[in-house]
């Protein structure tokens, strides 16, 4: 990798990785939607264990009321099982299955936060199910979720918040919240030193994939392709970005199918 692609890269995930609020605050909080704390905290399923562990730092800052977990079972839980049961320094075993549970673990055994304030979602397999799993949760057990703090794997917080918008009514206050934002080195490393993020090129592929999706041609999943999503725009150098890495490095498109 040079700078010219790092640089490319960079541009995708400040677009991809969300905060509507730079740095959480409950001042800012609270200038931005009206309320110091959110009603609920949602952690979407991935394989980054930091998605879980923001989430139960700010809800023990006193920003949620209530901790939401989503994930079952998918083709990276195995992953978040191996990074947290590290974190845990506890054998793989005894690791619940689902990513909402293993979310859960760590929410309990690193964080002290009792079982009353964590809801879970044990059987969604990707975001829209995420979603709409955690409001019928809310509903069926009477909690308020006008405002909610979403937090996701920062190369995914974009798609979920916009899967998010179609199945939240217009009165809800969504609010962004990727637990980092990831910053590449020219070389291809990460400047950022929190552990356990991604292994490997998927950084690269999961960046260039959600480009792909989130355009709304026939290969997206806007209206104008497979209808999963409402239109986004994508800036105009969000595109130059892909398009220079998809010619110098293809090796990196395998999720652009």
């Known amino acids: 990798m040079n700078k010219e692609i790092s640089d490319a890269f960079n541009c995708i995930i400040e677009f991809l990785a969300v905060r509507d609020i730079a740095q959480m605050s409950k001042d800012a909080l609270k200038q931005a939607y009206g309320a110091s704390a959110a009603d609920v905290i949602i952690a979407l399923g991935s394989d980054l264990p930091v998605v ?9 800052a006193g920003y949620g009321e209530k901790l939401m977990f989503c994930g079952g079972i998918g083709h990276s839980t195995i992953n978040l099982k191996k990074k947290v049961a590290k974190i845990l320094n506890v054998d793989i075993d005894r690791l619940p299955e689902s990513e909402a549970e293993i979310y859960a673990c760590l929410a309990k ?17 990707n975001t829209s199910e995420n979603i709409k799993n955690a409001i019928q949760i809310f509903n069926d057990h009477t909690i308020k979720h006008q405002n909610v703090i979403l937090i996701q794997d920062p190369i995914l917080q974009k798609r979920s918040y916009v ?7 217009n009165s809800q206050k969504i609010i962004n919240y990727a637990p980092i934002i990831p910053k590449l080195n020219p070389d291809g490393t990460l400047q950022n030193d929190t552990p356990y993020l991604w292994e490997g090129k998927r950084l690269y592929e999961l960046a260039l994939g959600e480009v792909y999706r989130l355009r709304d041609d026939e290969n997206g999943y806007g209206p104008n392709g497979k209808g999963f999503l409402r239109h986004v725009d994508v800036p105009e150098e969000v595109n130059r970005s892909f398009e220079i890495i998809a010619d110098k490095m293809p090796e990196y498109l395998a999720r652009c199918q």
Not at 163 to 169: M, S, V
């Open 163 to 169: 899967t998010a918008l179609d199945l939240f009514n």
């Open 52 to 60: 879980a562990e923001t989430a139960c730092e700010l809800y023990k």
């Open 109 to 125: 055994d690193k964080y002290q936060i009792e079982s009353s304030s964590i809801f879970m979602d044990k059987t969604s397999t």
